[in-house]
């Protein structure tokens, strides 16, 4: 009985062992792509799993929201203009088995490809329609990126340009362009007050006109507050309608 024993207990042990080493635990964000003598036979999900050491394969992926950045490259738009630009691409992995089965690297195929088509798309826009329309350009990538990239199993969330470098000549054209249009604004601007200030004037001198004798008291009151210093002289030409008035009144006066 103890020679049984003898010889079992070291086959308990190999088979105990062997159960250990296929012991695989996959995270809850995870799954696991079994490959059997190299041929897809199945995905495992989270928890406690064993797999058959040596004859079984097991290849997590992560599922999370990757955040990757593009590296920042030099592109020529359609107007000529040589800039520098950058972007970050947050991307998902949908399913598990086309990612490892499809692509050899999936993360580094997305930012590749992702580098790729901004390089087209941002080498046939304008940069006043890169500048101003960043968003539509973004959308324009990820459109791109996405069709490509689904076949790997691989979502594209979304695709942010980051920075956009412009050359030191360029920079120092648009300052210029941004100053003139302020000078044109501030042009127009004082120009309309001083439209809309002629217009009351016009106004006032119109009401002013339409009543007799309401002129002269302007003109009056107007020589009141010019004149205040007794020493001082002021020239000035009355009106003839006030001179006419003035007259009559002395003659009147002279008659009496």
């Known amino acids: 009985m103890e020679w049984i024993i003898a010889i079992l207990s070291p086959i308990f042990l190999i088979i105990f062992l062997v159960i250990i080493s296929g012991i695989r635990i996959i995270n809850q964000y995870e799954r696991g792509v079994i490959l059997t003598l190299g ?23 992560d599922m999370r929201l990757a955040t990757v950045d593009i590296p920042g490259q030099e592109v020529i738009t359609r107007d000529n203009v040589t800039i520098g630009i950058d972007a970050v691409v947050y991307f998902r992995v949908k399913n598990a088995e086309q990612a490892v089965l499809e692509v050899q690297n999936f993360r580094l195929a997305t930012v590749q490809y992702a580098q790729a088509a901004m390089r087209d798309v941002v080498g046939g826009v304008n940069m006043d329609t890169l500048l101003s329309e960043r968003e539509r350009v973004t959308e324009d990538i990820k459109n791109i ?67 007799p004798g309401a002129m002269n008291l302007r003109t009056l009151e107007t020589l009141e507050k010019i004149s205040v210093e007794k020493s001082q002289k002021t020239l000035f030409v009355l009106p003839t309608d006030l001179y006419d008035t003035t007259t009559r009144v002395a003659s009147l006066d002279a008659s009496d």
């Open 145 to 211: 990126v996405d069709i490509e990239t689904e076949q790997w199993g691989i979502d594209i969330e979304s695709i942010k340009v980051q920075n956009v470098e412009l050359p030191q000549d360029m920079k120092r054209a648009m300052a210029k362009q941004a100053e003139a249009e302020r000078e044109r604004r501030a042009v127009i601007i004082n120009a309309e007050g001083e439209y809309a200030a002629a217009q009351k004037i016009a106004e006032a001198a119109h009401v002013l006109s339409s009543v």
């Open 39 to 61: 041929r897809y036979s199945g995905t495992r999900h989270p928890g406690l799993n064993i797999i058959i050491p040596v004859i079984q394969q097991l290849i997590k992926v």
